[in-house]
């Protein structure tokens, strides 16, 4: 099954800043999946990332506060912009494993302050 | 819309005793079933999947589980807990391969002496 680096691993930032989570996956995959998880809560889909083409985004989810690059088959990057609050949650990637189930980075906590 | 049904919250079960989580979708079609279980400050671990096939599957760490097309359900099982099972479990779904995982509230398993 595919591996997944997640980085940073967790981040406290000043509100109003910028922070962009980055996926590295160990084979060439076609989509990667972007998720949020709440304190408490369970996991929900931010985006879709499709290498050489736009993400798509969940209702409730916009491109601008969410922007995601994806310049190849085996990376992509989240951002969260212009952070609150209640931005504060575990952000995860996931990748399709072909087969083995769908695998997920090692998530990152974020923390708003 | 797929949607998925954990209706336990918050299960308590004696080491040792038997374990079922419920898990209930709705999908038009068959989806691909998923398990996965996620520790304190842990990413998540895929338990095990249904694509196909034998309707009970075997996953890792002793756990099982049975698809009823008939109830829409995929229920998780484990006949003997270890207190290292106290953990969050998630049931997931997806349409097919490269889609995007819809995912249960949760139940959270507590292990009591």
């Known amino acids: 099954s595919a591996v997944i680096s997640q980085k940073p691993s967790r981040d406290i930032c000043q509100r109003g800043t910028s922070l962009t989570i980055q996926c590295q996956v160990d084979?060439?995959?076609?989509?990667m999946f972007w998720y949020r998880q709440q304190p408490g809560q369970s996991l929900t889909l931010i985006a879709t990332a499709n290498q050489g083409s736009e993400a798509t985004y969940e209702s409730g989810f916009v491109i601008d506060k969410f922007p995601i690059s994806r310049p190849n088959l085996t990376f992509s990057t989240l951002t969260v912009s212009n952070m609150s609050p209640e931005d504060s949650s575990i952000y995860l990637c996931?990748?399709?494993?072909?087969?083995?189930?769908?695998?997920f980075g090692s998530g990152t906590r974020l923390t708003v302050v | 819309a797929q949607s998925v049904t954990q209706p336990d919250i918050h299960i308590t079960v004696s080491e040792g005793a038997s374990l079922e989580l419920r898990c209930n979708y709705s999908y038009g079609a068959t989806p691909y079933l998923f398990w996965y279980v996620q520790s304190p400050g842990q990413g998540l671990q895929l338990l095990l999947k249904?694509?196909?096939?034998?309707?009970l599957v075997q996953g890792i760490k002793g756990f099982e589980a049975e698809f009823k097309r008939s109830q829409s359900s995929f229920n998780l099982r484990k006949p003997s807990v270890h207190w290292s099972d106290a953990a969050e479990y998630f049931c997931?779904?997806?349409?097919?391969?490269?889609?995007?995982?819809?995912f249960g509230t949760g139940t959270r398993l507590t292990i009591i002496p």
């Open positions: 997931a779904v997806a349409p097919g391969r490269n889609e995007k995982l819809t």
């Open positions: 249904y694509f196909s096939g034998d309707t």
């Open positions: 084979s060439q995959v076609t989509m």
């Open positions: 996931s990748v399709d494993g072909q087969g083995s189930g769908y695998t």
